[in-house]
Each structure stands twice: as structure tokens, then as C-alpha cells.
Nanobody, 118 residues
């Protein structure tokens, strides 16, 4: 069982930056594939970024060049640095964990709200 807790959301002006953190417990963090997703009420959940155990990163086209995902295995934490934020980035942001033995994200955090004002 993996527990995930996000933090760092908030209200920011368009063009601003935020850094989200996701702290994990209950698993071997260095072996866990970590992802970030976002969802607005009434919309489908959307993949944002992910990072595997080797540090390889993956991004949605909509955030490439603006968002950076990273991890600190010593602190069991994954980060999402969000720069040049746009109003359309407004959503609840969720971190998720996928174990090596799985082909899907099995564990989810409670989410943190990001609101970008125009």
C-alpha cells in the first residue's frame, strides 16, 4: 500500500509559477513510477507528466517546455515545477504511483488545487 500526499497548489497569476510536491510512503519509492494528472470538474482526467525509476520523464504536449517533473528518492518525493502558467492549467492536480509489477497507476493522492487567474 502506497500513500501519497500532494502540496503546493494555490492561486497564481497567468505567467507565474508554482511547484507541487508529492510525498510518498508505504512502498519502495525508488522502484515506483510516479505520475501527475489533472482534472477539472466535469472533464476527463488528463495526464500531465511522469517520471520513472531511472529518471526518464514524459510530458503531455500541452505542458512540454513549461512543466518539469523530478524526484528525490532520498526524500520519497516527486515534484512538478510549473512555469508560464496559463488559465487553462487551472485544475485539481493529483499525483499517482505505479508499481513495477503493475501496468496502471494504482495509488492516488487527494489532490491539490491550482488556479491560474488571467
Amino acid at each position: 500500500q502506497v500513500q501519497l500526499v500532494e502540496s503546493g497548489g494555490g492561486l497564481v497569476q497567468a505567467g507565474g509559477s508554482l511547484r507541487l510536491s508529492c510525498s510518498a510512503s508505504g512502498g519502495t519509492f525508488s522502484s515506483i513510477f510516479m505520475g501527475w494528472f489533472r482534472q477539472d470538474p466535469g472533464k476527463e482526467r488528463e495526464f500531465v507528466a511522469a517520471i520513472n525509476w531511472r529518471g526518464s520523464t514524459y510530458y503531455a504536449d500541452s505542458v512540454k517546455g513549461r512543466f518539469t517533473v523530478s524526484r528525490d528518492n532520498a526524500k520519497n518525493t516527486v515534484f512538478l515545477q510549473m512555469n508560464s502558467l496559463k488559465p487553462e492549467d487551472t485544475a485539481g492536480y493529483y499525483c499517482a504511483a505505479r508499481l513495477r509489477s503493475s501496468n496502471k497507476f494504482d495509488y492516488w493522492g487527494q489532490g491539490t488545487q491550482v488556479t491560474v487567474a488571467s
